[in-house]
């Protein structure tokens, strides 16, 4: 296992075994690659007493960080000096170094510049895509239709490397309560290890654990709207109220959730 | 003058994910050699010139697999830079 989160507010078990109505579903969503415009490509070239790296990546810092660490240099990451270029589209999938360190090492072994570049099935080959997802939900709701509960386990395919598995995995927890009124939750995310291809960022982390929350809270809603008698569309007062407090207590986001229909 | 590096294999998240030789490769695009040619044209000859000797280990698919009481580690840790951050 990479990573593994709970999070958790009231009780979940007790507000379920209450619940007048409950429906447990399980989700999947496959690996989803950014299909960025332009593949990786970096230009590094002696520079001072270290290198200096032009590259195409969304992270300057943490380019240079994880180049100086390739060195051995990091308690001296001043060494590597990374300059960020057109970056030719990313949506999280060139926030990880690809060719940078490469071209940097060839680039400061043999005191030349070095180009480093990959082809269209190379680049899709390796960089990290928005995880495979594997879900299950059970959600309660009282007599009046007002949700009670949350209890959901997440688990990732994070592939051969850590990426952003922890944070991305943070976010579908805490997200995947979706914008909706009520107080207790049980949510544990678990994030594996596989030899498939890393996955990491993908198009901000909050859009996609909120649409991966979001979808199966308002799926679970019709599931329960269809077993009984039905309305045409999520009930406004389950919504997170314009004085409410959202599942952590905090205040409500901003989201245009009266107009979203089940 | 210009230089072009080609991998076949490449990926370094968290300042990991270099397999050196003798090491298990994780994934398809994992670093194991790094070939470095003063053109393309010449790159891709050398490339041809490069052998590499694999050993066929069973693959972790998919999270099941991953579960697996017998599922083998991948890592032996998740610091890639040690306990710092």
């Not at chain 1, 496959?30 to 195409?56: D, I, M, R, W």
């Not at chain 1, 209890?151 to 850590?162: H, M, P, R």
Request: proline share 4%; with cysteine.
């Amino acid at each position: 296992m990479c990573q593994c989160r709970h999070v958790t507010r009231g009780d979940a078990a007790k507000a379920l075994a209450e619940s007048a109505f409950t429906v447990t579903q399980r989700f999947t969503t496959p690996f989803t690659e950014h299909a960025f415009l332009e593949p990786e490509c970096a230009v590094a070239f002696p520079y001072k007493n270290g290198v200096k790296v032009q590259s195409t990546d969304q992270g300057a810092y943490d380019t240079r960080k994880e180049c100086a660490h390739m060195f051995g240099w990091d308690s001296e990451p001043e060494r590597v000096v990374v300059e960020t270029m057109l970056v030719g589209g990313g949506f999280g999938g060139k926030e990880d170094v690809s060719i940078q360190h490469l071209a940097a090492l060839a680039a400061y072994k043999l005191q030349r510049p070095v180009k480093c570049k990959l082809t269209r099935a190379e680049s899709l080959a390796f960089h990290p895509k928005r995880h495979a997802m594997d879900g299950t939900f059970t959600l309660g709701c009282d007599a009046e239709g007002n949700f009670t509960g949350l209890d959901c386990e997440i688990n990732f395919d994070t592939g051969a490397y850590a990426s952003l598995c922890g944070p991305v995995l943070e976010r579908a927890c805490t997200h995947a309560v979706g914008p909706y009124k009520y107080q207790n939750t049980d949510i544990r995310g678990f994030g594996y290890y596989t030899n498939n291809p890393p996955a990491g960022a993908y198009r901000g982390f909050v859009f996609a654990g909120r649409c991966r929350g979001m979808w199966p809270a308002a799926s679970l809603y019709c599931q329960r709207r269809v077993l009984h008698r039905g309305r045409s569309r999520l009930r406004h007062h389950v919504w997170l109220a314009t004085d409410g407090r959202d599942w952590r207590g905090r205040a409500r986001c901003r989201l245009p959730a009266a107009r979203c229909h089940a | 003058m210009a230089k072009s590096i080609q991998h076949n294999v490449a990926y370094a998240a968290c300042g990991s994910g270099c397999a050196s030789a003798g090491g298990d490769a994780r994934c398809v695009g994992d670093a194991i050699v790094l070939v470095v040619a003063e053109d393309e044209a010449t790159l891709e000859k050398a490339k041809k010139l490069v052998k590499i000797d694999y050993e066929p280990l069973e693959p972790v698919r998919n999270i099941v697999e991953a579960k697996a009481a017998d599922a083998p580690h991948l890592h032996d840790s998740f610091f890639a830079f040690g306990n710092t951050v």
